[in-house]
């Protein structure tokens, strides 16, 4: 069976479940959706009915409207980009670097050499707290605030009255340059404009940027690019593949943002691929170490569930995955190493049922491939003859 469009979901850290090696990343024992299930009774009908909660231990659900099953990480690291990276059959082996304790004085010397600014914080924050306690210094004395927010990202603040936002973007494009060595292996560089008065400081979300790095190597987006299908990215998809191989971007600051913008452009008429990030699971719930509202966001993806099945076409085909995990409930702040959920539907399916196992993430984009038509990558396999 071959499907005109694929609309590929990605429930950014919504993981099911520690991997085999999560020991070797310090994440034994997590698992982002049991956890929350553990800690906050979930009202989630419609993913039930999709397979959603049987991805947790794999049970036999013969009243299930979807393909189901898990997908394995064989890339390092638990970040999003390697996630995303593997989704779309890129093998990479050398994981983002984080900096959880603060970057190295050397690095931060060299910002102030080419940016001329000194700078404060070095923090590790995940809120709009660090512009409480340093948005008035910055403004003062017209210092960059540095600081990561877990991830591997290197996040740069400045008032806008201050430092011009074109100002503050010319600066991350340097450091963005900067960065690229593998001493350094940071992921994003991302430009934090903000405003207002003391005690009141607010982020511009509008007016962030977020600078990665090409993939490493090419994947199905290239070659759905080059084939001239569409090649759509909603929410922060465009940031982590830097552009390369999507033909259209569509910008979503927030689940529900992105959730509308699909809805939208399943409406259109196109043939390809269109993929939505939702990131609110990680950005506020997970990173935040905050169960009720993660759970209370997945229940909010419910209730938007049957909108977008029934707008779906019968010759369109929806998956729903991870990129990583993001557990809540487990020390610290930052990202777990996790088995995803991979739902598979639609409208066409006569007897959706529960799949193996997938060995790597690839296998989606393998089954992408098949589809299209278009070069095997170079990992992953395709099942797409198997759904029926």
């Given amino acids: 069976m071959k499907f005109k469009r694929i609309f590929l979901m990605i429930l950014d850290s919504l993981g099911v479940g520690e991997t085999t090696d999560a020991i070797n990343y310090d994440s034994n024992?997590?698992?982002?959706?049991?956890?929350?299930?553990?800690?906050?009774?979930?009202?989630?009908?419609?993913?039930?009915?999709?397979?959603?909660?049987?991805?947790?231990?794999?049970?036999?659900?013969?009243?299930?409207?979807?393909?189901?099953?898990?997908?394995?990480?064989?890339?390092?690291?638990?970040?999003?980009?390697n996630g995303h990276y593997e989704i779309v059959g890129i093998k990479s082996d050398i994981p983002f670097k984080s900096f959880n304790q603060g970057f190295t004085y050397?690095?931060?010397?060299?910002?102030?050499?080419?940016?001329?600014?000194?700078?404060i914080g070095n923090v590790?924050?995940?809120?709009?707290?660090?512009?409480?306690?340093?948005?008035?210094?910055?403004?003062n004395y017209g210092s960059l605030i540095v600081y990561t927010s877990a991830d591997s990202d290197l996040q740069i603040a400045a008032h806008e009255d201050c430092i011009p936002i074109n100002t503050l973007y010319e600066y991350c494009e340097?450091?963005?340059?900067?960065?690229?060595?593998?001493?350094?292996?940071?992921?994003?560089?991302?430009?934090?404009?903000?405003?207002?008065?003391?005690?009141?400081?607010?982020?511009?979300?509008?007016?962030?940027?977020?600078?990665a790095i090409k993939p490493p190597k090419?994947?199905?987006?290239?070659?759905?690019?080059e084939k001239e299908y569409s090649v759509i990215g909603i929410g922060k998809v465009n940031d982590i593949f830097d552009g390369q191989g999507i033909n259209k971007m569509i910008k979503a600051s927030n689940n529900t943002e992105a959730i509308n913008k699909l809805t939208d452009i399943i409406d259109k008429k196109f043939t390809g691929l269109c993929m939505v990030n939702l990131c609110d699971f990680d950005?506020?719930?997970?990173?935040?170490r905050d169960v009720e509202g993660y759970a209370r966001a997945?229940?909010?993806?419910?209730?938007?569930?049957?909108?977008?099945?029934?707008?779906?076409?019968?010759?369109?085909?929806?998956?729903?995955?991870?990129?990583?995990?993001?557990?809540?409930?487990?020390?610290?702040?930052?990202?777990?190493?996790?088995?995803?959920?991979?739902?598979?539907?639609?409208r066409n399916f006569k007897n959706p049922k529960r799949l193996k196992p997938f060995d790597t993430f690839a296998d989606i984009g393998a089954i992408i491939a098949d589809n299209f038509d278009i070069n095997k990558p170079e990992i992953g396999e395709s099942i797409l003859d198997k759904l029926d």
Avoid: W
């Fill in 106 to 119: 050397d690095l931060l010397s060299k910002i102030e050499e080419i940016t001329g600014r000194n700078i």
């Fill in 124 to 139: 590790c924050c995940q809120d709009d707290s660090i512009l409480q306690q340093l948005g008035e210094r910055q403004f």
């Fill in 283 to 288: 950005s506020l719930y997970g990173h935040m």
């Fill in 298 to 346: 997945i229940e909010e993806l419910d209730v938007d569930i049957p909108i977008i099945l029934n707008k779906l076409e019968l010759d369109d085909l929806l998956i729903i995955t991870a990129d990583h995990g993001n557990d809540p409930t487990y020390k610290g702040n930052g990202h777990t190493r996790e088995n995803v959920p991979i739902i598979i539907y639609s």
């Fill in 29 to 81: 024992g997590s698992n982002t959706l049991g956890h929350i299930m553990e800690n906050y009774d979930l009202f989630i009908p419609n993913l039930k009915k999709i397979g959603f909660l049987d991805t947790l231990n794999l049970s036999d659900n013969s009243n299930t409207d979807a393909y189901y099953t898990i997908a394995k990480p064989i890339n390092a690291g638990k970040d999003s980009l």
């Fill in 174 to 211: 340097k450091i963005r340059a900067l960065t690229l060595n593998d001493d350094c292996r940071i992921a994003r560089i991302i430009a934090r404009p903000f405003n207002g008065t003391p005690g009141k400081y607010k982020f511009i979300n509008s007016a962030r940027r977020d600078y």
């Fill in 218 to 225: 090419r994947s199905i987006l290239d070659d759905l690019n």
